[in-house]
Nanobody, 123 residues
């Protein structure tokens, strides 16, 4: 199994910054894609930023120029630097990773989610 642990959420004033971290652990053979999603109350979970299986980065339009996703492959960790935060960025942010694990002598596909971290932008 592959576990994802997020950290870095909190309360910040409009215009402020936060940095989220997500570390993957377990019997990881390869991570193909990894990124961040968010879900505001009463809304669906949407992509914020992610590294795709082809190695490209995708950003939701409203965060382009404000958020930056980065990664440390050696640590199986992705980061989300969020600048110029707005009240509409308030949501629970979830990390997701897809790839292949290896256990019991076999390879297994995985699609794992973290527990979520709350980001609140308010004055």
């Amino acid at each position: 199994q592959v576990q994802l642990v997020e950290s870095g959420g909190g309360l910040v004033q409009p215009g402020g910054s936060l940095r989220l971290s997500c570390a993957a652990s377990g019997s990881i053979h390869r991570i193909n894609a990894m990124g961040w999603y968010r879900q505001a109350p009463g809304k669906q979970r949407d992509l914020v930023a992610a590294f795709t299986s082809s190695g490209r980065t995708n950003y939701e339009d409203s965060v382009k120029g404000r958020f930056t996703i980065s990664r440390d492959n050696a640590k199986n960790t992705v980061y989300l630097q969020m600048n110029s935060l707005k009240p509409e960025d308030t949501a629970v942010y979830y990390c997701n990773a897809e790839g292949t694990s290896f256990s019991g002598g076999y390879y297994h596909p995985f699609d794992s989610w973290g527990q979520g971290t709350q980001v609140t932008v308010s004055s």
